[in-house]
């Protein structure tokens, strides 16, 4: 918060800027005006020369833009003081009454500044990029834009969502569409009465008839555990991220359909009650 000190500081300042403007006059003018001039040719070099080193350096377009925006802001603050130092406004005034308009713009703008820092990580980092299945900030969809406060979404169910970006920045980004290959894994059951080299070779059957499946990782299909009405089985196979969910939905459908053929019950929990007819027929006899 401002200080008493910060706010005499800056009326000390304002006064003196009004005393100025009363003591001015065209030489004065003139010289204001060929400090601007040199002021305005200085900043266009100097930010031209800083973007040509930031092309060079590869960063991002948005990156780009937000650097040389603020070396501009920046530049021109400078330039400012110089000015006012002409006409005799103490540096130090200026500076206090600087830090006082900064401090209440910082403060009145911290939610968009946070969300501005978190895009400038996202551009720099470059976790994903447009065309991406993501889910991130809560979110899954593919990216459509990123910007610097806002990432812009597309959602399965066709709906655009907007994130701040000081939300993304801050939790977990999973990037589906990160590498060329993804792993589908499908879970399945099946009666203890079928053998499972059965299994196996039914489910490998649909595997290595499916055209989308890729031989290389090679698929896997083993027995992954025992309970307490079927033998439980796990399938594993790897396909080109774009054909995930095709894979996926295929792969679902098509081994009901072979188990089918082959005989093969997906069986689920139940009870067998078995009753012992000579234990029973005992048991009647004593009643």
Known sequence: MPTAVDTETAQETIGIIEQAVKDFSW??????????????????????????????AKLDRGVRTFLRSGLKVVLWLVAVCALLG????????????????????????????????GGIMLLSAHPFSAGDFVEAGGVSGTVQEVGLVYTKLDTIDNKVVYIPNGEISGKTITNYSGNDKRRVELKVTA??????????????????????????????????GYASSSIEYI??????TGDYWTVYFDLTEQIKTAFDAAGIEMTYDHLNVHIIGDAAQAKDERR
């Not at 030489?27 to 800083?50: E, G, M, N």
């Not at 053998?195 to 083993?222: C, F, N, Q, T, Y």
Request: glycine residues 4%.
């Open 27 to 56: 030489q004065t003018a003139a010289v204001l005006v060929c400090l601007l001039v040199a002021c305005v040719v200085v900043i266009r070099i100097v930010v031209t020369l800083a973007d040509r080193a930031m092309t060079q």
């Open 191 to 224: 009666s203890y009465n079928d053998a499972p080299e059965k299994v196996k070779k039914a489910m490998a059957g649909v595997v290595e008839s499916h055209p989308l499946v890729l031989p290389d990782p090679e698929p896997m299909i083993r027995v992954s």
């Open 235 to 240: 399938l594993r196979v790897w396909c080109a």
């Open 86 to 117: 002409y006409l005799g406004v103490p540096m130090t005034s200026l500076v206090a009454l600087l830090s006082v308009l900064g401090l209440a713009v910082s403060l009145a703008i911290q939610g968009t500044l946070s969300n501005l820092a």
